[in-house]
């Protein structure tokens, strides 16, 4: 049960590394074909490292539990 | 288990990250000094106070998670409170019964005794052993 909620909290924060991307475009503080300020390169660098943090957190979680089952089945076949 | 490890240490990195981006606009100086919040200070302060506590639900989550299979494997002894010691019980003072009355009461059972040591080897009238010889029978 908690895994899970911690599994929930690193959806929710690859979900927060998303927004961040999109903020700057989507709230307005970043004029579009102006050159980047530095609020927005916050954020995009920030973003993109949290999506992709979360993504690959994510990623292992399931290959890990998978792996998992998958040894539970061989001993049950055993 | 080193799937819940990769989670606590993500969930970590993302309370920093939560952490930075509610500072930097100040650090950054995009948030001009006695002024209102820009938008940006805004959406970056908020986005990262949200970040910064679900990282740190993520993060306690994934290390009890952690604590609880380490004490399903018998790695971690889970501390047992001490129970609080009970009260001793204050002692009532028995009846005290006069040495007179005492005598009288145990006198038959001497008795008994005396009469029991004298004729030790023979049957009781009963047919029972002697006390003393079933004492040391035992």
Redesign the interface.
């Known amino acids: 049960m908690?895994?899970k909620?911690?599994?929930i909290?690193?959806v929710?924060?690859f979900l927060?590394g998303l927004?961040?991307v999109a903020?700057?475009f989507a709230?307005?503080?970043q004029a579009r074909g102006a050159t980047y300020?530095?609020?927005t390169v916050?954020?995009l660098w920030?973003g993109g490292?949290?999506a992709a943090?979360?993504f690959?957190?994510l990623v292992?979680?399931a290959?890990?539990?998978l792996r998992e089952l998958a040894r539970r089945g061989k001993h049950s076949d055993a | 288990m080193?799937?819940?490890f990769?989670?606590?240490?993500?969930?970590a990195?993302?309370v920093l990250?939560g952490l930075?981006?509610m500072i930097?606009?100040f650090a950054?100086?995009?948030q001009p000094e006695n002024a209102d919040w820009?938008?940006?200070?805004q959406?970056?302060f908020f986005?990262g106070l949200?970040?910064a506590v679900?990282?740190l639900?993520?993060?306690i989550?994934?290390a009890?998670?952690i604590y609880?299979e380490l004490v399903v494997r018998g790695l971690v002894e889970v501390r047992q409170r001490k129970a609080e010691p009970e009260p001793e019980p204050v002692p009532v003072p028995a009846p005290q019964a006069s040495s007179a009355e005492l005598a009288s009461l145990l006198a038959p059972l001497v008795e008994a005794l005396r009469e029991d040591l004298s004729n030790s080897g023979e049957h009781r009238r009963n047919g029972k052993a002697p006390l003393v010889g079933v004492e040391e029978n035992r």
């Open positions: 908690k895994a909620l911690g599994v909290a690193l929710v924060l927060g927004w961040l903020a700057p709230v307005g503080y300020v530095d609020a916050n954020d920030l490292s949290l943090i979360s690959v957190s292992i979680y290959a890990d539990a | 080193i799937r819940k990769v989670g606590t240490v993500a969930a990195l993302a990250a930075w981006l930097a606009p950054l100086g995009t820009t938008s940006a200070t959406s970056e986005s949200g970040v679900v990282g639900i993520g993060a989550c994934f009890a998670a609880e």
